[in-house]
């Protein structure tokens, strides 16, 4: 059950409401939003006075759900606007940060194409322990130089709650990536924080479950919450992952939040990645999330699946007519 409560209510009822229902809070300008257990159907009447919106939810998919907020939710960034009527934000760059010259090579692509958001990860939870960590916090710095430089807009990943104050200070947009989806140290940390946050669906997790971590950052009080499926594992070998296109559908019908694509990393290769992103702008979702490097051959991690710049190139001029043809604004 989700309540809106008035802000003249007493403190000590509230208080007191809160204990007894066992209800996560947080406070928006306007109101108190308490969010009790799902099994909670009904309160008792201390406060019905002050209630100025219920909502009694089937699931603790509650405050992503389109019972609760029917529109989808807008998420902005900057001038860019995640969640709007047909209209598809284009967030691209190479997996990891390596060096000022990759950033800069980068930049200048992106700023021909007209594309806005830059992603990288300066921080990379990998499988193998021997296997590139990224530049950490010099990283980071390097992406802010790209923002200040160019105007971008920058999207990267945080690995663990040990660095996420950092990543949440420089990042126009958080990445949870599918590694760290349950690691509550980052949800609660990126809950606290008005920063807009992407989580990326774990690939052995749930739709339930995926809403269900974003539940903790929107429970915390941020509302800038957008969900990524990226591919989930099954019995195919080979591909990377499996793209759940159903998946997408489903959080497109039954969530308020918007919903991203990441083709790079279901499919795992580059040569199937252009029309998987076609396939993802076909289904007219909030954004899709691209990887792309110089020269791919040598990048530092994910080298197999990330564009060069001539096949993102002629990729990006495909959806640019693709997206005119659907009527969705290409970003």
Request: with cysteine; net charge neutral.
């Amino acid at each position: 059950m989700i309540i809106h409560v008035a802000k003249n209510i007493p403190e000590s009822l509230l208080k007191d409401f809160i204990t007894h229902h066992q209800a996560v809070h947080y406070e928006k300008p306007e109101t108190y939003v308490l969010i009790t257990p799902s099994a909670t159907k009904e309160t008792d009447r201390s406060i019905d006075k002050y209630i100025t919106k219920q909502v009694i939810t089937d699931t603790d998919i509650q405050l992503a759900g389109t019972k609760y907020l029917a529109e989808k939710r807008i998420v902005k960034v900057g001038n860019i606007t995640f969640g709007a009527p047909d209209s598809c934000v284009m967030m691209a760059g190479p997996c990891s940060v390596e060096s000022e010259k990759q950033m800069e090579q980068t930049a200048e692509l992106l700023l021909e194409l007209g594309t806005k958001v830059l992603r990288a990860g300066a921080y990379k939870p990998r499988t193998s322990p021997y296997s590139f960590q990224g530049l950490g916090l010099e990283g980071l710095k390097l992406l802010d130089k790209m923002r200040q430089k160019y105007g971008f807009y920058i999207i990267t990943e945080v690995r663990d709650s040990t660095h996420a104050d950092d990543v949440i200070a420089y990042a126009d947009i958080v990445q949870i990536g599918a590694k760290s989806m349950y690691d509550h140290g980052i949800l609660r940390k990126c809950g606290k924080s008005s920063k807009p946050v992407l989580l990326k669906r774990g690939f052995g997790t749930t739709l339930q479950e995926l809403v269900q971590m974003a539940e903790f950052i929107l429970s915390g009080g941020n509302e800038n919450v957008m969900l990524c499926e990226r591919g989930i594992r099954t019995f195919e070998t080979k591909t990377r992952f499996t793209l759940d296109l159903c998946g997408a559908a489903y959080l497109k019908y039954n969530t308020n939040l918007p919903v991203i694509l990441d083709p790079s990393h279901a499919m795992g290769y580059a040569y199937g990645v252009p029309d998987l992103a076609k396939a993802c702008l076909a289904m007219n979702v909030s954004g899709l999330l691209i990887e792309v490097h110089p020269d791919p051959k040598v990048a530092l991690s994910d080298a197999s699946q990330q564009l060069s710049h001539e096949q993102f190139r002629k990729l990006y001029g495909e959806l640019k007519s693709m997206s005119e043809a659907l009527h969705i604004a290409l970003v």
